[in-house]
C-alpha cells in the first residue's frame, strides 16, 4: 500500500509541478498546500523512524541512516529527470517557464543527491568497514552529481541570460545522453557491488519497509515544495527585471 | 553552398590553420611530452607493473593533452568576429559542427599517435600484441572526444572562468571514452580477447554524441 502511495505520489507531484511552472503567479497559492502535506508527514516519517522501525540486528542504531539514504534517491532522479523535461521544452518552445523548472529541478535535485552520498559513508564505514567502496551505484551518483553541479556552474558562469538557458538546456540534454554510457562503463570497470540491489526483495522487514516508503513519501513532497519555492523565485526575479527595467526606460 | 560543403570548408580551413600556425598541435605535443615524462619517472620500474598502468595513464594522459586542444578550437572564431559571419552562412550549423569535430579529430589522432611513440620509447610498450585493436580504440576515442569536446568547447564561449568549466562540464561526459578505450588497450596488450559489446557500446556512443552535437548546434551558435 506504501509504495503505491510513493508511485501515485511521483506522478501526482510531477503534474502539480508541470501545472504550476504554467503560470507560477497565479497558481503559487496551492504550494500551500503542498507544503502543509510535507509539513504533516515528516513528524510522522521521525516517529517511525525512531520507534517503529527495528533496530537492526548486526549493525544496530546506525542503519536507521537508511531512512535518509534510501528515500532521497527518489527526489535526486525526479530532479534531474525534471531538469531534462525543462531543458528539451525550453529549446522547443523558448518559454521562460521552461527554463525556470529544469533550473529548479537540477538545483534540488543537487541538494538531494549531495544529502544522499553524504550520508552514505557515514553508514558504509560502519556496515562495510570503509568510507568510500567504489561501488557501481555509489560511483554512479557520484557522476550524476558532477554532471549536475557542472550543470549548476555552466548556469552561473555564462554571460546573458537567454545564452546562459539556452547553454544549460544543452548540457542537460547531453548529461542524459551519457548516463547510460557512464552506467554501462562504470559496470565493466569495477566488479565490487556492495548495494543490495533491491532492499524490498531480500527479506526487509515490513516495518523497515513501510518507514522507508513512508520517508519517500516526505522526501517527495519536500521535493515539491522545494521546487516550487525556486520556481516562484524565479518569476519574482523576472517581475523585478522587467519593472527596473520600464523604470529606466 | 550546401550543407556537407560547409563542413569540408570549415574542416580545410581550420586543418589550414593548425598546419599554418602550429601554435595548437605544438603545443599538444609539448604538453603530451612532459605528460608522459613525468608518468614514467614515477611509474614503477618493473616490467609487468609498467604494462598493467599503461592503457590507463595513456588515455588519461591522452585526455588532458586533448582537453588543451579543444579548449582552442573556437580560438580562431572568437577573434574579431568571426563567429558572428560563419552562422550567416545559409545552411544547418549542425554543419558547421561537423567540420569543426573533423578538424578537431585529425587534431586529436595526431596526438594519439605522438602520445603512443612516447609510450614506446620512454615506458617500453609493445603495441604487436594487437596494433589493430588499439588503432580501433584510438579512433573511436578520438571521435568521441571530438564531438563532446567540440559541442562543449562552443558551449564555453561565452562563459566566464572557461578554462576551468571545460574540463567540469568535459570530464563526467567522456568518463565512458576514458573506460571503454583504456580497457580495450589493456586487453589488447594483454592478449586477451575483446568483448564486441565493448567495440558496440563505445561506437554508439561516438554516434550519440555525434548526433546530439549535429542537432543542437543550431542552438548553441545562435545568439
Known amino acids: 500500500m506504501v509504495s503505491a502511495a510513493v508511485m501515485l505520489s511521483v506522478v501526482a507531484a510531477l503534474a502539480w509541478l508541470l501545472w504550476l511552472a504554467g503560470d507560477v503567479t497565479g497558481r503559487i497559492g496551492t504550494a500551500r498546500w503542498v507544503g502543509g502535506l510535507a509539513l504533516a508527514l515528516v513528524p510522522v516519517w521521525l516517529l517511525l523512524v525512531a520507534y517503529y522501525a527495528p533496530i537492526e540486528v548486526a549493525q544496530g542504531i546506525i542503519q536507521k541512516i537508511f531512512y535518509v539514504h534510501i528515500p532521497a534517491i527518489i527526489p535526486t532522479y525526479f530532479g534531474f529527470i525534471l531538469s531534462a523535461i525543462g531543458g528539451v521544452l525550453y529549446l522547443r518552445t523558448r518559454e521562460d517557464r521552461w527554463d525556470q523548472l529544469a533550473v529548479a529541478g537540477a538545483e534540488v535535485g543537487v541538494l538531494f543527491c549531495s544529502l544522499m552520498l553524504v550520508v552514505g559513508p557515514i553508514w558504509a564505514k560502519p556496515a562495510w568497514g570503509e568510507w568510500w567502496a567504489w561501488d557501481l551505484r555509489l560511483t554512479m551518483t557520484l557522476i550524476l552529481w558532477f554532471i549536475y553541479v557542472a550543470y549548476l556552474f555552466l548556469r552561473s558562469f555564462a554571460f546573458g541570460s537567454d545564452t546562459a538557458k539556452t547553454y544549460t538546456a544543452v548540457y542537460g540534454i547531453a548529461g542524459v545522453g551519457a548516463i547510460p554510457f557512464v552506467y554501462f562503463a562504470l559496470d565493466l570497470a569495477q566488479s565490487a557491488t556492495m548495494h543490495p540491489t533491491n532492499p524490498a526483495r531480500e527479506g526487509l522487514p515490513a516495518e523497515m519497509g513501510r518507514t522507508v516508503g513512508v520517508g519517500m513519501l516526505t522526501f517527495i513532497w519536500i521535493f515539491a515544495w522545494l521546487v516550487a519555492q525556486r520556481l516562484e523565485l524565479a518569476s519574482l526575479q523576472a517581475r523585478a527585471l522587467v519593472a527596473s527595467r520600464a523604470e529606466t526606460a | ?223
Do not use: N
Open chain 2, 1 to 223: 553552398m550546401s550543407g556537407p560543403r560547409v563542413a569540408l570548408e570549415v574542416f580545410a580551413k581550420d586543418l589550414r590553420l593548425d598546419l599554418r600556425s602550429r601554435d595548437r598541435l605544438g603545443h599538444m605535443a609539448v604538453f603530451a611530452l612532459l605528460v608522459v615524462a613525468m608518468i614514467s619517472i614515477v611509474v614503477p620500474a618493473s616490467k609487468t607493473e609498467r604494462l598493467a598502468w599503461s592503457p590507463a595513464l595513456l588515455w588519461v594522459a591522452l585526455l588532458f593533452t586533448s582537453l588543451l586542444g579543444l579548449a582552442r578550437s573556437f580560438q580562431s572564431e572568437t577573434e574579431e568576429g568571426a563567429l558572428a559571419l560563419l552562422v550567416q552562412a545559409p545552411v544547418d550549423r549542425g554543419w558547421i559542427f561537423v567540420g569543426k569535430a573533423g578538424a578537431s579529430l585529425v587534431a586529436l589522432i595526431g596526438v594519439e599517435l605522438w602520445t603512443a611513440t612516447l609510450f614506446t620509447v620512454f615506458l617500453d610498450v609493445d603495441w604487436s600484441a594487437g596494433p589493430l585493436a588499439c588503432a580501433g580504440a584510438g579512433l573511436l576515442g578520438a571521435v568521441g572526444l571530438a564531438a563532446v569536446g567540440t559541442l562543449l568547447s562552443a558551449l564555453s564561449i561565452g562563459v566566464r572562468f572557461r578554462e576551468f568549466l571545460l574540463p567540469v562540464l568535459l570530464f563526467p561526459l567522456v568518463l565512458p571514452i576514458l573506460v571503454f578505450a583504456s580497457r580495450i588497450t589493456a586487453d589488447a596488450l594483454a592478449g586477451r580477447e575483446i568483448s564486441a559489446q565493448l567495440w558496440w557500446a563505445f561506437s554508439l556512443y561516438d554516434w550519440v554524441f555525434a548526433l546530439i552535437g549535429y542537432f543542437v548546434f543550431d542552438y548553441v551558435l545562435e545568439d
